[in-house]
């Protein structure tokens, strides 16, 4: 056991003549759970309880107040989850506390797992090595279609030259299209809408989209959804880290995928933890090699600012921690491709669902602009 | 595939003029995420799409209302993850909504796993066979003391006719007291205990104190934990659903732990959904035999009412589901005993921690009081 401690930023509503005692309850609330004084083991006083380091007053938000804790290491066991529980487990029953930001010591940081194939990975998948170019993607879609339908679809997204094509996050294993009968016949129609690419001439000659379909379920249903995966050469996956539990995503999914690895949101928003601490830094720890975000101006109402820190979040150093790819979505349309390129830059992937959708029978032509503007971006730039 | 919906209601915040388009956006939202005049598919169209089956303003809440929508069941999967999910997945995201209430047909409500020993479960397990009296719980704290350390707590609390004694939910795996070296040793010492109170005389004659370990972790770190729990015949276990994950909670915890199980809270509160129907209802269904939540006047500011609404739920007629005992904790005390015992009645699980820690020396005494205390509750009016 080692005393080193990470230092985690809460946010928290509180008159200011109440604040050290609020912080100091906090500190307690995130470690040992009750009253210090009635703890008797010198240890644990002076290496598990939770110390307050900092409390700042929020410039322009009177009655708010940074507050950083120094939290012991050892409490988290090295365990995602834990990291979950010590970090937010009872104070997200306090809607007085946010969670804003954390520093982990670089054994903590090491320990995480981390992208298996970060940003150059999603290159390398979809035969795009070398070029550092943004990335396209789109979303089979809607639920309750049946497999060929889907592989129908899947076929037209490839045969546009589009990166990745991942179902629909609503799309797991039910009766409409379960999963074993809908994965092998989604791979099967891009590997041939690949195979023809192979043989074709012009930009798309030997592009090859990628397909991830979404996990769900326990240990057992995961288990066969990963054989599944790895028996038909599927190349990436999509997971939803709030809703499987981190624990099992980390443990399980990331571990035994062996492709990379697209983390989406759903019941994340739920939280008061920073979006670019929970969706840009942690699941990016966690193991996705891509993270989904509410882009905003779409169906979402995240500012624009959160969303460029979820990104820079997803890339920065971390460590020796590979980059995650960060991917803007959620009611994106083709027109602001130009505009989310300009913000996002090379290391990105634009997702793109029901807008090409909407072109009904337009919707190849309009796949292939978006997967063609996106190919070509900042080609001018490189070298 | 059947056509059979569930009723979700949802509190949206929002401009009158606009509520009708929020509610129909909402309902897209939570089934097919795209433009529905985009679906080609007549199936989907009828049977997939989610419907908008009311609109009220919410009295005395302008610019509040409640939405009901009708979602359909095959979404579901009957995968208790994939119904957290089509509830609240991508909502989640946006502020303006909150979860309030969900009815489902009765091919759901039989589908869901539900408690497997639920409030007599608990009654037996403490030998309290028979007798409609409350159970008294506490739990093992701080998290950082050493099994042994944790061990003699334990024991002096079976000695003084505690329930069920369970993990603070802040321990797990760590260092400071691993599992498999923390689980064998409390039990022992609490087993010690009750086969002293067995030779004994008086009121403790025959009483079985009951060890509720905490699981945490993946797949194979929970399986490990669940096997040495058979092995060494524990009879009771904490979980935290939200920090598990759902899934693994139902298809693992529930399916292999063969013992009552105590629902910790922990990330659930970071929820815009109501917490009747998260920690009453849905964690009931997804098969928690005791549900903990914090009661008022503690460290957790719940209202009264929702406190008692959450004990509600998780009692309530629910098809041929077990009830779920509901435990009230969160900085409660000695002093509080008979308030709460008032306002819960027979079938309810009081917990307290720290106030048993903070006497010192006095504590076991402390302890005897409070599981006296409770045990004999509504002695009176036992026939």
């Not at 995130?30 to 002076?46: F, T, Y």
């Not at 969303?307 to 790819?325: K, N, Q, S, Y």
């Not at 634009?350 to 602009?369: S, T």
Request: net charge neutral; glycine share 8%.
């Amino acid at each position: 056991m080692s005393s080193e401690r990470m230092s985690v930023r809460y946010r928290i509503r509180c008159p200011s003549g109440a604040v050290e005692a609020r912080a100091q309850a906090l500190a307690i609330e995130q470690s040992i759970e009750m009253p210090p004084e009635a703890v008797r083991d010198a240890r644990v006083r002076s290496e598990v309880v939770g110390q307050v380091q900092s409390i700042e007053p929020v410039r322009d938000a009177p009655g708010s107040f940074d507050v950083v804790l120094a939290l012991a290491a050892e409490t988290t066991g090295d365990e995602p989850g834990q990291l979950m529980n010590m970090l937010f487990g009872n104070c997200s029953l306090q809607p007085d506390v946010e969670l804003i930001d954390l520093q982990l010591p670089p054994s903590m940081l090491a320990a995480l797992p981390g992208p298996r194939f970060g940003i150059e990975g999603w290159r390398a998948a979809s035969n795009a090595h070398g070029a550092r170019r943004p990335l396209s993607c789109t979303a089979l879609k809607p639920q309750g279609l049946a497999p060929e339908a889907l592989a129908a679809l899947a076929y037209e997204f490839a045969r546009a030259g589009i990166d990745v094509i991942k179902d629909d996050h609503g799309i797991a294993d039910q009766a409409a299209a379960p999963f074993a009968q809908r994965v092998p016949r989604v791979q099967a129609a891009i590997e041939r809408a690949n195979r023809e690419k192979a043989q074709a001439d012009g930009t798309l000659a030997g592009h090859r989209s990628v397909y991830a379909p979404s996990l769900s379920g326990g240990p057992r249903r995961l288990a066969a959804q990963l054989a599944l995966l790895r028996d038909e050469g599927v190349a990436a996956a999509l997971a939803c880290p709030m809703i499987l539990g981190v624990p099992v995503f980390v443990e399980q999914v990331r571990a035994e995928a062996g492709v990379p690895l697209l983390a989406h949101p759903a019941l994340a928003g739920q939280a008061r933890i920073a979006a670019p601490l929970l969706l840009g830094r942690l699941f990016r720890l966690f193991g996705a090699d891509a993270t989904i975000f509410p882009n905003w101006g779409g169906r979402f109402s995240y500012p624009r600012d959160d969303c460029l820190a979820i990104a820079a979040a997803a890339r920065a150093p971390l460590g020796l921690h590979a980059p995650a790819l960060p991917v803007p979505a959620g009611g994106m349309s083709v027109e602001r491709v130009g505009e989310m390129l300009d913000d996002y830059g090379p290391d990105t992937m634009l997702l793109i669902g029901g807008n090409l959708l909407a072109a009904g029978d337009a919707m190849p032509a309009r796949a292939a602009a978006f997967a063609a503007r996106v190919a070509r971006a900042f080609e001018a730039c490189r070298h």
